[in-house]
C-alpha cells in the first residue's frame, strides 16, 4: 500500500469538497434563476464531462504553466493539481444541487415572499433544507470522482510523491513495474471507497423516496 498517495488523494478529495460545494450552491441557486445564456453556461460548466482529460489536461498545463500564487508554482504542485480538481469536478458538484433547486415547488417561494422573508431568509431557511439531498448527492460525487481522476492530474501535477502522486497514478505506475500485486490492492482500495459513497447515497435518496411513497400512498 502507497500511504503517502492514499492521503494524499484523501486531502485532495477533502480540500476540493470544501471549495466546490459552497460554489456549487451559490452557481446552482443562479443558474435556477437565470434565463439569458442559461444554455450556454451549462454547456460551458459540463464541458469537463465530455472533454477528453488530455485535452481538459493540456489547457490547464498550458494556462497555469509559468504561474504561481504568493510564490508557490500552480504546475507540478499540490495548488495546481487542487486548481484541476476543481475545474474538472464542476459538473458533479452544480447539476445535482441545481436538479434539486428545480425541483422546489414555485408555490412554496412565492408562500415566503408573501409572508414577508427576504431572499436570503427564503433560501437559507426554504431552499436550503428542501435542497440537501442534491447538495449531499454533488458531495458524494465529487468526492468518489476525485479519488479516481487521472489523465487531467497527471498532466498538470506529474507523479511527484507526497506532491502530486495520487491513488491512481500510483496504480499507474506499479502496473508499468510490473507489481500487479500492489496495483491490485490500490485499485481495491479505491473501488471499495467508491462503492461505499454511492451505496450510501443510495441508501438515503432511495430511503427518503421509498417513505415519501409510503405516506403517499396511504
Known sequence: MDIDA???????????LVLIIPFGVWAAHKLVRLDKGKPWIEAALALPLVLPPTVLGYYLL????????????????????????????????IQ??????????PEIREAA????????????????????????SAAVLTFAHTLGEFGVILMVGG???SETKTVSIAIY????SFDTSGA???????????????????????????????????
Open 184 to 218: 491490485g490492492a490500490l485499485a481495491l482500495l479505491l473501488l471499495g471507497i467508491s462503492l461505499v459513497a454511492i451505496a450510501v447515497s443510495y441508501g438515503v435518496f432511495g430511503k427518503s423516496t421509498y417513505y415519501r411513497r409510503a405516506k403517499t400512498n396511504a
Open 159 to 161: 507523479a511527484i510523491p
Open 62 to 93: 498550458i494556462g497555469l504553466g509559468g504561474k504561481s500564487i504568493f510564490g508557490v508554482p500552480l504546475v507540478f504542485s499540490f495548488t495546481g493539481i487542487l486548481i484541476a480538481s476543481l475545474i474538472v469536478n464542476l459538473p458533479f458538484a
Open 113 to 136: 415572499q408573501v409572508s414577508g422573508l427576504s431572499h436570503w431568509q427564503i433560501f437559507r431557511l426554504i431552499e436550503l433544507p428542501l435542497a440537501w439531498r442534491g447538495i449531499t
Open 173 to 176: 505506475d506499479k502496473v508499468q
Open 96 to 105: 445535482p444541487i441545481q436538479r434539486a433547486f428545480e425541483s422546489i415547488n
Open 6 to 16: 492514499i492521503l494524499l488523494s484523501l486531502k485532495l478529495a477533502a480540500w476540493t
